[in-house]
């Protein structure tokens, strides 16, 4: 379970213009579910997302992680919730790690190399055994059915295509959540469907599934536990 | 123990397939940079090389010459005073030179005549070194004609073109009888141009370098260390003033590589906040550009210096040797013994190849430290 505590963030807090993205959020995001972040561009999704995903900090408030593998990070045990908040980066590296697994509104991949090398790319500075990693691999992308596309340079890929890749490097370390951002923004009505059953299937495997979005193919699916509305930077509905 | 290892091997092939992705700025980089190392090794290796013969060439000189000196200019010497020079004690043998420098104005160019006593060496003829051959167009057996101190003509047989080994000395070189010498530059008989000395002891060299002052007040005893100073500065006079030259292209290339370096693009950027996103940590993320921008110097520096070494020795310095050979239009043409000086070439490697890999590093670290969302949003 993942749970924000007056969670706050602003941008150029020590300038004269500070922009406030995320306003006093508290939050209890449920484990093994898919939960869902509604409400129009600049409303603080993306930021709430990156909080929680350990890819920023924020200005004000606690976000506690329960439930994390005893081998996150060194002494912690079974069953103790995690406050991340005021952990040092190369911790927040290694929950970023092992914990989420991030798909990207843009899919974030790096152009001019392979499909195959871009999913394996977050295992790289763990030092796992490269022939285990790319078996691995291979056979994520095989299930999302990019088998022909192995050794293509991503940016030969249509746009399902492309995100596809991202699933699969999303899932090379087996996070306990997947984030998603927008992730049907570039997606026709049947690619985002697509996605969607995709999404079921991830969740019926136990993953937490945590999606920001404005699309009703999302937010309306019955996949969706539970539906988040927010605007200018706070919760407005579903809290 | 394998995992870290494993770790530096994936990053470092990641460094690769990201140096092989961004070819043509890369390439043109490692151009510029060769090419900097190129000139600066080339330099090093030929003053290096130059040295070494001018050291090798100068254990055959006598341990100390003797000039007169009137008015603070080089006189002749009488050779009468050899015979009292000889009678110091640790004197091993004085030996009276007659030499002088010829202007030939077909050529432009001045030849060093001397007086040899070889006794192969026959009147009217002469041994030239093969700067003088080549300039002139002769081979042995042919004639050259100089002019003699009155205007008037002098023929001289060529019997001996000397042996290319001592071209850096002997390039410019004329040797004749001492009857010759006389008779071109109407040198007086008793009169040497100096006098060569060899000690049995060098020790002692001082010492008797004392005593002939005392007892010609108006000489100037100069030591073989001194000629091989000499040597060694004008040697590095001339590296100097080309490291000079070369300071503004290393200038440029400090400007050039600083804007690439440090130019970290967009892209490049927006690559780190990926990379981090994905789990990548900071330090990671700069062993990645270390290794990239490690690959980058060690390419330039290794092709620049094996580029040098082929230049300077396989094809003896062609691009400069005008520039750094001697002061005659008689251009010595030799082949180079290598002489590596790991001292220097060190040097040229920290002074290289670290500024270029702390200047990619540092606007890395700067990317590299942020959060990975702010990274990906600037």
């Given at each position: 379970?993942?749970?924000?505590?007056?969670?706050?963030?602003?941008?150029?807090?020590?300038?004269?213009?500070?922009?406030?993205?995320?306003?006093?959020?508290?939050?209890?995001?449920?484990?093994?579910?898919?939960?869902?972040?509604?409400?129009?561009?600049?409303?603080?999704?993306?930021?709430?997302?990156?909080?929680?995903?350990?890819?920023?900090?924020?200005?004000?408030?606690?976000?506690?992680?329960?439930?994390?593998?005893?081998?996150?990070?060194?002494?912690?045990?079974?069953?103790?919730?995690?406050?991340?908040?005021?952990?040092?980066?190369?911790?927040?590296?290694?929950i970023?790690?092992?914990?989420?697994?991030?798909?990207?509104?843009?899919?974030?991949?790096?152009?001019?190399?392979?499909?195959l090398?871009?999913?394996?790319?977050?295992?790289y500075?763990?030092?796992?055994?490269?022939?285990?990693?790319?078996?691995?691999?291979?056979?994520?992308?095989?299930?999302?059915?990019?088998?022909?596309?192995?050794?293509?340079?991503?940016?030969?890929l249509?746009?399902?295509?492309?995100?596809?890749?991202?699933?699969?490097?999303?899932?090379?370390?087996?996070?306990?959540?997947?984030?998603?951002?927008?992730?049907?923004?570039?997606?026709?009505?049947?690619?985002?469907?697509?996605?969607?059953?995709?999404?079921?299937?991830?969740?019926?495997?136990?993953?937490?599934?945590?999606?920001?979005?404005?699309?009703?193919?999302?937010?309306?699916?019955?996949?969706?536990?539970?539906?988040?509305?927010?605007?200018?930077?706070?919760?407005?509905?579903?809290s | 123990?394998?995992?870290?290892?494993?770790?530096?091997?994936?990053?470092?092939?990641?460094?690769?397939?990201?140096?092989?992705?961004?070819?043509?700025?890369?390439?043109?980089?490692?151009?510029?940079?060769?090419?900097?190392?190129?000139?600066?090794?080339?330099?090093?290796?030929?003053?290096?090389?130059?040295?070494?013969?001018?050291?090798?060439?100068?254990?055959?000189?006598?341990?100390?010459?003797?000039?007169?000196?009137?008015?603070?200019?080089?006189?002749?010497?009488?050779?009468?005073q050899?015979?009292?020079?000889r009678?110091?004690?640790?004197?091993?043998?004085?030996?009276?030179?007659?030499?002088?420098?010829?202007?030939?104005?077909?050529?432009?160019?001045?030849?060093?005549?001397?007086a040899a006593?070889?006794?192969?060496?026959?009147?009217?003829s002469?041994?030239?070194?093969?700067?003088?051959?080549?300039?002139?167009?002769?081979?042995?057996?042919?004639?050259?004609?100089?002019?003699?101190?009155?205007?008037?003509?002098?023929?001289?047989?060529?019997?001996?073109?000397?042996?290319e080994?001592?071209?850096?000395?002997?390039?410019?070189?004329?040797?004749?009888?001492?009857?010759?010498?006389?008779?071109?530059?109407?040198?007086?008989?008793g009169?040497?141009?100096?006098?060569?000395?060899?000690?049995?002891?060098?020790?002692?060299?001082?010492?008797?370098?004392?005593?002939?002052?005392?007892l010609?007040?108006?000489?100037?005893?100069?030591?073989?260390?001194?000629?091989?100073?000499?040597?060694?500065?004008?040697?590095?006079?001339?590296?100097?003033?080309?490291?000079?030259?070369?300071?503004?292209a290393?200038?440029?290339?400090?400007?050039?590589?600083?804007?690439?370096?440090?130019?970290?693009?967009?892209?490049?950027?927006?690559?780190?906040g990926?990379?981090?996103?994905?789990?990548?940590?900071s330090?990671?993320?700069?062993?990645?550009?270390?290794?990239?921008?490690?690959?980058v110097?060690?390419?330039?520096?290794?092709?620049?210096?094996?580029?040098?070494?082929?230049?300077?020795?396989?094809?003896?310095?062609?691009?400069?040797?005008?520039a750094?050979?001697?002061?005659?239009?008689?251009?010595?043409?030799?082949?180079?013994?290598?002489?590596?000086?790991?001292?220097?070439?060190?040097?040229?490697?920290f002074?290289t190849?670290?500024?270029?890999?702390?200047?990619?590093?540092?606007?890395?670290?700067?990317?590299?430290?942020?959060?990975?969302?702010?990274?990906?949003?600037?």
């Amino acid at each position: 379970m993942i749970e924000l505590v007056h969670v706050e963030k602003t941008y150029q807090a020590d300038l004269a213009t500070p922009f406030t993205a995320v306003d006093d959020v508290s939050l209890s995001i449920a484990a093994g579910k898919l939960t869902v972040l509604k409400g129009p561009s600049g409303s603080g999704k993306t930021t709430l997302l990156t909080l929680i995903g350990c890819m920023a900090r924020p200005t004000s408030g606690r976000i506690h992680l329960h439930g994390l593998p005893e081998d996150t990070l060194p002494e912690l045990k079974e069953g103790d919730a995690l406050e991340i908040t005021s952990l040092p980066e190369r911790f927040l590296t290694a929950i970023r790690r092992r914990t989420f697994g991030f798909i990207f509104q843009q899919f974030n991949l790096i152009r001019g190399i392979s499909v195959l090398e871009n999913v394996m790319l977050p295992t790289y500075p763990t030092g796992e055994d490269h022939q285990r990693v790319e078996a691995s691999a291979i056979q994520r992308l095989e299930a999302l059915g990019l088998a022909r596309h192995l050794r293509a340079p991503v940016d030969r890929l249509s746009g399902g295509e492309a995100q596809r890749v991202a699933i699969a490097r999303a899932l090379i370390n087996d996070p306990l959540v997947i984030i998603a951002d927008e992730p049907t923004a570039h997606l026709d009505s049947k690619l985002s469907e697509d996605f969607m059953e995709l999404m079921g299937q991830f969740k019926s495997s136990g993953k937490t599934l945590l999606i920001t979005s404005h699309d009703p193919i999302v937010y309306g699916s019955p996949l969706a536990d539970r539906v988040v509305e927010m605007r200018d930077g706070r919760i407005v509905k579903g809290s | 123990m394998r995992a870290p290892i494993q770790r530096y091997r994936n990053i470092l092939d990641f460094a690769l397939s990201s140096l092989l992705r961004r070819k043509g700025r890369n390439l043109a980089l490692i151009c510029v940079y060769t090419l900097v190392i190129f000139v600066i090794a080339s330099l090093i290796f030929f003053v290096q090389a130059l040295k070494r013969e001018a050291r090798e060439l100068l254990i055959q000189a006598p341990d100390m010459v003797v000039q007169r000196m009137v008015a603070g200019r080089h006189d002749p010497i009488p050779t009468i005073q050899a015979e009292a020079i000889r009678a110091i004690r640790g004197v091993e043998a004085v030996q009276p030179r007659l030499w002088g420098y010829y202007y030939d104005p077909v050529f432009g160019g001045n030849l060093t005549v001397m007086a040899a006593s070889d006794q192969e060496l026959a009147v009217d003829s002469v041994w030239v070194g093969r700067g003088v051959a080549r300039s002139m167009r002769v081979n042995e057996g042919d004639l050259i004609s100089l002019r003699g101190y009155g205007g008037q003509p002098i023929l001289f047989a060529v019997q001996k073109i000397l042996p290319e080994a001592s071209e850096l000395v002997s390039s410019d070189l004329v040797l004749m009888s001492e009857k010759d010498v006389r008779a071109l530059f109407n040198f007086p008989e008793g009169l040497a141009t100096d006098l060569a000395v060899t000690a049995g002891n060098p020790r002692e060299l001082a010492t008797i370098a004392a005593k002939i002052v005392e007892l010609f007040p108006d000489t100037r005893p100069i030591m073989k260390t001194e000629i091989l100073r000499t040597y060694e500065a004008i040697f590095d006079w001339r590296g100097g003033l080309m490291v000079v030259v070369l300071g503004s292209a290393i200038l440029a290339f400090i400007i050039f590589a600083w804007d690439k370096a440090t130019g970290l693009s967009a892209e490049e950027r927006k690559e780190i906040g990926i990379l981090k996103s994905i789990g990548w940590e900071s330090s990671d993320v700069l062993l990645l550009k270390f290794w990239e921008g490690a690959v980058v110097s060690l390419t330039a520096f290794l092709s620049g210096v094996l580029l040098a070494y082929v230049h300077v020795f396989f094809f003896s310095a062609s691009l400069f040797e005008h520039a750094l050979k001697g002061w005659s239009v008689l251009f010595p043409r030799y082949r180079l013994v290598p002489a590596l000086d790991a001292y220097q070439l060190t040097v040229l490697f920290f002074l290289t190849v670290l500024p270029y890999t702390a200047a990619t590093l540092v606007p890395i670290w700067r990317a590299a430290t942020v959060d990975p969302d702010a990274a990906m949003r600037s």
